[in-house]
């Protein structure tokens, strides 16, 4: 069982805490695409097939934990963007403007 996580970091630390969590999804994904090209050669031998379907069901289960970890790692850089955007966004608005003729 997984249990989500929440917390703060600073967000000058975004970039590289998403760097670290996409690196290691990847470090899974190409462990895992080792494990299923592997895989292929057990299912010409019908005693293995039971094995390749407990290890394919294993290695499919880690490719979706790496793609969570993507989903993470792609909000975290979306709401950093967002953040930088904004930041650069004026940082009050002029008052409202009375058109000419309508003071009371």
Known sequence: MKV???YGIPLDDA???A??????ASQLIEKELC???SISSLMDDNELLSHASE????TRKNIASADQSLVDAQALLSGYVSVLAGSQAPTSTPPPTVPEGSES
């Open 15 to 17: 970039p590289k805490t």
């Open 55 to 58: 290890i394919l069901d294993k």
């Open 4 to 6: 989500k996580v929440t």
């Open 35 to 37: 494990i299923l090209k």
């Open 19 to 24: 760097k670290m969590i996409l690196d290691q």
